[in-house]
């Protein structure tokens, strides 16, 4: 195999590619997993992320063959809110936010109490336009943050980071893009008291304003890295601040470059000018987030991080057949807006609590 940076100056992913044909199959692949699983985590902790491409990987069975041998404790039942179609024992359909939406820098469920310690996705499909999934070493964005930006960085460690999911009465058929599901289907019945109860298990709070739903979670902003001990900003606070999303649809315009993300950028400039903030304000938006002690986060704190991560951020054109695998406590991941087919699926490694309860 040959292993080095995919780009000469960008430091992730490392990309491990065969020699040549033999070196091809799924099962030299899981071969070469096997005999070098602790160089593998070396890397996953010195740079978080490893990109296998150039393989036969064509179904989410060759998938997850794979994923199981660089990580074998991945999550069987998919704990997020947007009920993930299942694809394998251990994999399960990417995001279905809609095409045209660009999705921020996140880290994987930061927002539960399970949020998985790794990430997989495995490109089946790849778009003809856009789609790709931008990452960015979330580590190097808190070290530039400390140095730029300290105050900042002070305000969201002293206070965390409290996140508010809002669903509308599901009678209601106009909803906000974002708001991918209801949270009847989420939950997979009506009866409040059995969300209720179903919630509390996850110290997810319900608030209910008639049948409309709030879920709200509390986390830190910075999260110490289970193996490493590091603080590093990985949370999912990016993808909940509404006034940050024109901001993010224009980096991406900047960044990409594509002509369809401008169009996508200035239909969000119609969208928020004239519909989103005179009828919707912030606090009722799908996904919103203030610090933990309920006071609302200064637009400029935001954009400063949003600065820093895209000072940092990698993108590159998904291949059919890559195999993606990030640590989710330090490496982010996004979404470009696509036109056309996009086939991307994902596995979770396991919450860290219950990898530790297995090692
Ligand atoms: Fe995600």
Known sequence: MIIGPLFEDKPIPIVVRPKNPEEKSVAALQNYVME???ELEKIRLEKGAILFR???VKTAQDFEDVAVKVHPKLVEIFVGLNNRKRRGKYVFTSTEVPKYVSLSQHAELAYMPNRPSRIFFCCLKAPPLGGETPICDMQ?????LRKTHPNVIKKF???GLRYHLNYSDPKNRLRHPAEVKTWPEIYGTDDKKKV???T???NIECRW???KLTLVTQYPALHTHPDTGVDIWSNTGMAFYPRLYLYEHWKTAMIGGL???WIIYFFWVLLEVFIRRPFLSDNKCPLYITYGNGNNIETNDMKAVSDAVWDHIVIFKWQEGDILFLDNNRVSHGRNPFLGGREIIVSLGLPEEQDRKNK
């Open 157 to 159: 460690k002293t206070h």
């Open 259 to 261: 002509l369809y993300f």
């Open 54 to 56: 150039g393989f036969d």
């Open 196 to 198: 209720e109860e179903s």
């Open 209 to 211: 304003d008639g049948n």
């Open 200 to 202: 509390a298990k996850d």
């Open 140 to 144: 190097k964005v808190t070290e530039q």
């Open 36 to 38: 070098h699983y602790e």
